[in-house]
């Protein structure tokens, strides 16, 4: 790819642009070290920056996700019949090569995604991270020597499932697609990722490096097209060992019967309504600071956003003037501008939703303290037609607003008022997602007992959103099952198979056959 630096601007153009750079000959799927063409409907990529298209790729249909599945099962034999230390030295070459593309990516990812540059740059060398930590773990997947009675020497092994597909969201395409393939790889699992099909380029770019650094044909495939017929083929497949998911509550459900189906187990991360407390003995201001990275990075589109806001009623007024004066002073344009903070909302159908949900808030009781118009460097100017939803703080967001339990997915919190810690615990609790939440106190006891309390997969104190490959990431509820990081998920990765070794030679069992 011939650009290494950012552009000036972002515009339907510059996406273009970018795009012909990473791929001359057009986007596609990425089977067997190559990028093939498909032939199917046509997908049409459009600019969240310019709400205008840039691009068009075709659907591999049926038959193309059928020929993804036998360069993969090829993929897994060859990679499963390397040893750990020669599958590490390989992922330590991808986690090297995803390093020296860094900005590449970072460009690529922005331009087609509409995530501020910054972001991207950050995520981008969070890829690196991912394959450099788990080319740790790939040769040290050991077994067990297990004492039985008897004359026997039992042992285990960690076998991997042969063919993964992980089916990654539109929000963090790069940083997803290296999340969940640097572990099963490790394992020694070939893998398929079924990007969204709004953002499949840096999927198939990622994969591209993998392979110029070492990945055999097949070990890495991208399934790029619609989740009606190339997702439904590999998520019911019997050739596929297991499969992870991350994305919406519906869509996983219907992934996961589809493969339970089929016999294949599935391991889903989906989506969250996580609240941020803080009590009136907190830093305020670094709280303030945490309640705005939690909800507004990204623009809000992240599974673990903070977008339930509850205060301590003694300091509840005051602590929202100062979330709502910050939110105001964040810098929302250009995704390929260094300076830009916040971005678009990624996709059309998404922009629709949240723009619904902000109507039905407010509708339920919620008063809007931000984000009513777009600023006059949006407005006026070419940018004015992409998915821009400023960043909007609703107060007065009471169990009884339907934003108290619905993920909106976008730069939109919910904040209400509490009196007691009991309180603040139920309501953090009073929805059906587990994934994430945060408690602010200056009082050690109370943030463990919150911690120990709120129903999350994850729970930060004094702090919001960090999360690291080394550190297990998951849910509870209808935010999934199954971890995707950290040294645990590869026990998701592998099956343990049993070995027994008579030391002895053994009687028969049944005297009519003993001499």
């Not at 990007?195 to 890495?220: I, K, M, N």
């Not at 919406?248 to 391991?267: D, K």
């Not at 509490?418 to 994430?436: K, P, Q, V, W, Y």
Request: charged share 15%.
């Amino acid at each position: 790819m011939s650009i290494t630096t950012a552009p000036a601007a972002s515009s339907t153009a510059t996406a273009r642009t970018v795009l012909d750079s990473a791929f001359p000959s057009g986007l596609g799927a990425f089977v067997d070290g190559e990028v093939v063409a498909g032939s199917g409907a046509s997908v049409t990529l459009t600019s969240a920056a310019t709400g205008e298209a840039f691009a068009t790729y075709a659907d591999p249909g049926t038959g193309g996700a059928d020929a993804i599945l036998q360069s993969s099962v090829r993929g897994a034999a060859a990679w499963g019949s390397l040893n750990g230390f020669e599958r590490a030295a390989i992922l330590r070459n991808v986690s090297r090569m995803v390093e020296a593309h860094t900005e590449e990516l970072a460009i690529l990812e922005s331009a087609t995604t509409g995530k501020p540059i910054r972001d991207a740059r950050v995520e981008a060398s969070k890829v690196a991270e991912m394959f450099g930590y788990y080319a740790g773990w790939a040769d040290k997947l050991t077994g067990q020597t297990i004492p039985v009675p008897g004359p026997w020497h039992t042992y285990t092994e960690r076998v991997p499932w042969g063919v993964v597909v992980a089916i990654t969201p539109w929000n963090a395409p790069l940083f997803t697609a290296g999340w969940n393939s640097a572990a099963p790889l490790a394992a020694g699992n070939a893998v398929i990722i079924k990007p969204s099909e709004f953002t499949p380029a840096t999927t198939v770019r990622l994969a591209q490096l993998a392979h110029e650094a070492g990945l055999p044909d097949g070990v890495f495939n991208v399934a790029v097209g619609l989740g009606q017929t190339v997702g439904a083929t590999l998520t019911s497949d019997r050739r596929v060992g297991k499969v992870s998911f991350i994305g919406s509550v519906p869509t996983g459900r219907r992934v996961a019967v589809a493969a339970a189906e089929a016999g294949i187990p599935a391991l889903l991360e989906l989506g969250g309504k996580s609240a941020n407390i803080v009590f009136a003995d907190a830093d305020l201001e670094r709280a303030a600071d945490g309640a705005i990275s939690a909800i507004f990075s990204g623009a809000g589109q992240s599974c673990v956003a903070g977008s339930r806001l509850l205060v301590e009623r003694s300091v509840h007024a005051r602590f929202i003037d100062m979330v709502a004066e910050r939110a105001a002073r964040l810098r929302v344009g250009d995704p390929l501008d260094a300076a830009t903070e916040v971005g678009p909302i990624i996709t059309a159908p998404q922009f629709a939703t949240v723009t619904s949900l902000i109507e039905q808030g407010m509708n339920d009781g919620g008063r809007r303290l931000t984000g009513g118009t777009l600023p006059e460097s949006l407005a006026g100017s070419s940018l004015a037609g992409g998915h821009w939803v400023m960043p909007t703080l609703l107060d007065g967001v009471t169990p009884a607003n339907r934003l108290e339990t619905t993920e909106v997915f976008g730069p939109v919190v919910g904040a209400d008022a509490f009196d007691t810690e009991a309180e603040a615990i139920a309501r953090a609790n009073n929805t059906n997602f587990g994934l994430a939440g945060a408690v602010w106190t200056s009082d050690v006891s109370r943030a463990h007992h919150i911690a120990r309390e709120v129903k999350a997969g994850t729970f930060w104190i004094n702090s919001y959103k960090t999360i690291h490959v080394a550190v297990p990431f998951g849910g509870f509820g209808d935010s999934g099952h199954g971890r995707s990081s950290g040294p645990g998920v590869l026990d998701e990765y592998t099956q343990t198979k049993a070995v027994w070794v008579p030391t002895r030679a053994a009687g028969s069992p049944f005297p009519s056959l003993s001499y």
